[in-house]
């Protein structure tokens, strides 16, 4: 019996992600009485999960899996999870993973919830939390089949140090099992931009903004806060950022720890969307806009005086605090 | 080429969510029914197949009798013929179960599920479908073409896009994307009039069993409020020194 946690890595480095969800495989497996294991692809990095409760970590570097394929990494990592006999496993909530992880829990027979937002409530039944309806409520979900395999919500649950010493261990995968019946030709990523999956702080901006050409500024705000850059519904439809910016119900789900939302006026959707942020800032000429109701902190006043106005302090604020 | 669109019924976006019989079950009282955006966008698609390149295009639908008028709204968009598996959708294992076998007997080539249902958010069930039939699949996909037996596809990952080609089966979760906001239908009279005599066969579910449960439901605590900031200088301050988060 163990608990299997799936660790994430990109170009080589634990992504982010990868520590949270280590720190939370860790409670479950403290909860059970049992060891956390880890596995992850193509990363010299493993040993670094010790800090977070990981005793062991399975690396496969096998060339087959360089580039993420869904049905090959379900495969591998059901491997591991049959090899040590685990009872829970542990992914996060990135697209790869929600992509993955069902073809994992098919593959182990297993129940599968994801945006789980705590350790489990109790080991029998095995009970976990999780938002549903787009975070507009929570449902405690029994799990029931022998195997489990747990989605973490992203920045719900932290990353929580627990130094134990680890060992590491490569594993090979058999290559008949690798399947490549999909296959990827070609990937467009930001490379020198935090993404709205992984950013500490997400820069949103609406219909308040007038038009596309006003985006300068949301983008140098973003730059400063080393921050994504994310947009509201009816900009994304109206062709003024691209789709992969929209965030809300129907898009994006952000669970940043600094939200700051200029020109949107806070649209039902849009609020369960964005409510997984910690800290939400409302920068809004409207001071009846519904956002200042579900916002933390606010400004009222015109995006295109209190924006440019906040680049500039914000630059002084780094500079001193550097 | 066949392809069967899954659609889930679900509380329109705009719905207050509230739950009730001891906070054991989602209170519909009040609250309006739609087609799951995702698979809207999907439906949106399929009729683009179904235009350009003949498809036959089936929907299907996991709910009781309730879920039919959104079922006879994508009749009425221009599906050809409808399944309603004729059981509570409660687990999303249990309904890539019934979807599959339903899949296997009518022997689809494509199917286009949404990448998740905005009630739930299982996001699980294309995925589980494809592995209990070894078809194809490609999650968050935005874009879709067919030549032969031959697919190519983008689908969105954290922070961009990744090209992809595969060959059918094929079953896709499909997002907005597929096709634009602009593009969706609504359904015009002649649409609707059809729509009544369209195919709509009840299929009873297979046995399956249920690998989750909701026990219990509670909503999120009511917010503070808002504290505003009189300068820039003000927020600056409070976001460093109060909310810790610069």
Redesign the interface.
């Known amino acids: 019996m163990a608990v299997l946690i799936y660790t994430e890595s990109e170009n080589g480095k634990l992504k982010k992600n990868a520590l949270e969800t280590a720190s939370f495989g860790y409670a479950v497996a403290q909860q059970l009485g049992v060891e956390a294991i880890a596995v992850s692809f193509h990363t010299e990095e493993g040993s670094n999960l010790g800090a977070y409760g990981i005793s062991k970590v399975y690396t496969i570097k096998q060339d087959s899996f360089k580039v993420f394929n869904a049905k090959a990494y379900s495969i591998a990592i059901s491997q591991v999870a049959k090899k040590i006999g685990a009872t829970a496993i542990i992914v996060s909530s990135s697209a790869d993973t929600k992509y993955m992880a069902p073809l994992l829990a098919a593959k182990l027979k297993a129940g599968y919830v994801p945006n789980v937002i705590a350790a489990p409530e109790s080991n029998e039944p095995f009970t976990v939390k999780r938002t549903v309806f787009s975070n507009k409520g929570f449902a405690h979900t029994q799990i029931t089949t022998r195997i489990k395999v747990i989605g973490v919500s992203n920045n719900a649950f932290g990353v929580i140090e627990n130094e134990v010493s680890i060992t590491t261990e490569d594993f090979t995968i058999t290559q008949g099992d690798v399947d490549t019946a999909v296959r990827s030709t070609k990937i467009d990523r930001v490379v020198d931009k935090a993404t709205i999956a992984d950013a500490d702080i997400v820069v949103s901006a609406g219909r308040g903004l007038k038009g596309p050409e006003n985006w300068g500024m949301i983008e140098e705000l973003a730059d400063v806060l080393n921050a994504a850059t994310a947009c509201s519904k009816p900009v994304s439809d109206l062709g003024w950022r691209p789709h992969g910016e929209h965030v809300g119900q129907t898009g994006k789900p952000v669970a940043s720890n600094l939200y700051i939302a200029i020109g949107i006026s806070g649209a039902i959707q849009h609020l369960a969307g964005v409510s997984a942020s910690k800290i939400k800032v409302v920068i809004n000429t409207d001071p009846d806009a519904p956002f200042f109701k579900a916002a933390d902190y606010g400004i009222v006043g015109d995006a295109f005086d209190v924006v440019p106005e906040l680049i500039e302090k914000l630059k002084d604020f780094k500079a001193q605090n550097a | 080429m066949k392809i069967l669109v899954c659609i889930s019924n679900v ?1 329109d ?2 719905s ?2 509230n ?1 009730c019989d001891n906070d054991t079950k ?1 209170d519909t009282n009040g609250v309006q029914f739609i087609m799951n ?2 698979d809207e966008f999907g439906l949106t698609r399929a009729m683009w197949f179904k235009e350009k390149q003949g498809a036959i295009v089936h929907i299907a639908t996991v709910g009781a009798a309730s879920v039919e008028p959104t079922m006879r709204k994508a009749l009425a968009i221009g599906a050809d013929e409808a399944f309603r598996i004729d059981m509570e959708p409660k ?3 249990a309904v ?1 179960e019934q979807l599959a076998a339903l899949i296997k007997k009518e022997a689809y080539t494509i199917v286009i599920a949404g990448r998740e249902s ?11 479908i ?3 039939l070894d078809m ?5 996909c ?1 874009s879709l073409d067919v030549d032969g037996e031959k697919a190519t596809a983008i ?13 059918l089966p094929i079953i896709i ?1 499909g ?3 597929l096709v ?3 593009d969706l239908r609504i359904p015009n009279m002649r649409g609707i009039m059809m729509a009544r005599k369209k195919k709509l066969t009840v299929v009873p579910p297979i046995e399956v069993e ?11 605590a009511a ?2 409020t ?4 009189t300068s ?2 003000d ?2 301050n ?3 020194n109060e ?1 810790k ?2």
Request: glycine share 12%; charged share 20%.
């Open positions: 509380p976006t705009t207050k969510i739950f989602f955006p995702n687990d999303g294992f890539a905005i009630d739930y958010n299982g996001g699980m069930v294309p995925g589980i494809a592995s209990l194809n699949f490609i999650n968050t935005v689908r969105e990952i954290d922070g961009g896009k990744e090209y992809l080609e595969t060959t979760g997002q907005k994307g634009e906001e602009s249920n690998s989750t449960a909701d026990v219990s439901f509670d909503k999120p917010k503070g808002v504290k505003l900031a820039v200088d927020l600056i409070m976001l460093h909310a988060v610069i």
